[in-house]
């Protein structure tokens, strides 16, 4: 009985210890690795020390200096192979520049990383025969990050492969009340980017009046 009680709880624990786990440091290039990507400048630049990026494992496998299994590579940003994968084909786009978390990383590079989802998730698929996937961001460690290099999951899903815990978890329904508009109302005036914000061009913004 105990130990089924203790299923969920380690369940959970396998879900945040699914990221990529530190690599021992290399001072060259890893020499086993045949899709070993190739090295390239990863320097701060979110007013971190070059010693915080010098000690990301992400950044190593970008300057060549820890081994990783690439799928994908350009100029912003590469695609891997989670070397600790919650399902086969589990995938991680990360940015070649170093950002500790989403919202520190450039609008640009956001873009440029999401605009590769469509393809590099085409091919998982078909490489794992999965029909769906996840796309996951874990922005904070009460979220479960744990390397803190902006990176997106790509991860494959089967039918009935009972995956996520919080996928059996019963939802409750959003209430449109007052609360409900005070939270919309609040988010969006924490919207720094926005400029002159129109409420009246917000979907939910006139559901309950003003």
């Not at 989403?102 to 998730?121: D, N, R, W, Y």
């Not at 790509?154 to 995956?163: E, G, N, Q, V, Y």
């Not at 009246?200 to 913004?205: A, E, N, T, V």
Request: net charge positive; hydrophobic share 35%.
């Amino acid at each position: 009985m105990m130990e089924e009680e203790g299923a969920p709880a380690r369940r959970r624990l396998a879900i945040l210890s699914s990221h990529i786990r530190p690599i021992p440091p290399q001072t060259q290039p890893h020499p086993q690795c045949s899709f070993a990507v190739f090295p390239s400048n990863c320097a701060s630049e979110t007013g971190q020390s070059q010693e915080e990026a010098a000690d990301c494992v992400f950044c190593k496998i970008v300057r060549g200096q820890a081994p990783a299994l690439k799928v994908y590579e350009d100029d912003v940003c590469l695609c891997i192979l989670d070397s600790n994968p919650l399902s086969h084909g589990h995938s991680l786009i990360i940015p070649k520049r170093h950002f500790s978390s989403l919202e520190a990383t450039p609008p640009e590079v956001v873009g440029a990383m999401c605009s590769k989802v469509p393809f590099i998730s085409k091919a998982v698929k078909k490489a794992t025969g999965c029909d769906s996937f996840n796309l996951l961001v874990n922005n904070g460690a009460a979220a479960g990050q744990v390397i803190f290099h902006t990176h997106i999951h790509i991860i494959p899903r089967k039918a009935s492969d009972c995956l996520w815990a919080s996928e059996s978890l019963r939802r409750r329904k959003l209430k449109l009340d007052q609360e409900g508009l005070r939270l919309a109302r609040s988010i969006r005036d924490r919207l720094q980017f926005v400029e002159n914000f129109d409420e009246s061009k917000g979907q939910g913004s006139s559901l309950l009046g003003s």
